[in-house]
């Protein structure tokens, strides 16, 4: 049970996102945890240093201020809220030169 129109602009978020920083395949896989389901949005990009990864999730954030990629910097924080509001979690792990994963968990623990 959820908001099917929140999850849906969670999802388009996490695959825009990964569509802007790839630089090859981008992966979506799901697992069930327990009551949970985690979907993971893997890119193959350039990966985000540690010292930005601590703030993909704010609003107006953007780590690059590179012209060639589009945005706002609001569609991460977009989604965070959106998760957290259906009762989620959302995170981001990345290493660079390897690509980042976007990571949500959603159900009930």
């Given amino acids: 049970m959820g908001d099917r ?3 849906k602009q ?3 978020v996490a695959l825009d996102n990964a569509m802007k920083h790839s630089s090859g395949a981008i992966e ?8 949970q389901v985690e979907v993971r949005v893997q890119d193959h990009g350039d ?3 540690s010292e930005k990864l601590d703030h993909v999730f704010d609003r ?7 012209a060639s990629v589009s945005g706002f910097g609001l569609g991460l924080s977009i989604a965070k809220n959106l998760t957290e509001r259906l009762g989620g979690e959302i995170e981001m792990q990345s290493e660079v030169g390897k690509g980042s ?7 009930k623990i």
């Fill in 28 to 35: 979506v896989t799901s697992k069930k945890l327990g009551r």
């Fill in 5 to 7: 129109d929140a999850l």
């Fill in 101 to 107: 994963v976007l990571i949500l968990r959603l159900g």
């Fill in 10 to 12: 969670v999802f388009i």
């Fill in 60 to 66: 107006f954030y953007r780590g690059e201020e590179s």
């Fill in 47 to 49: 990966g985000i240093p």
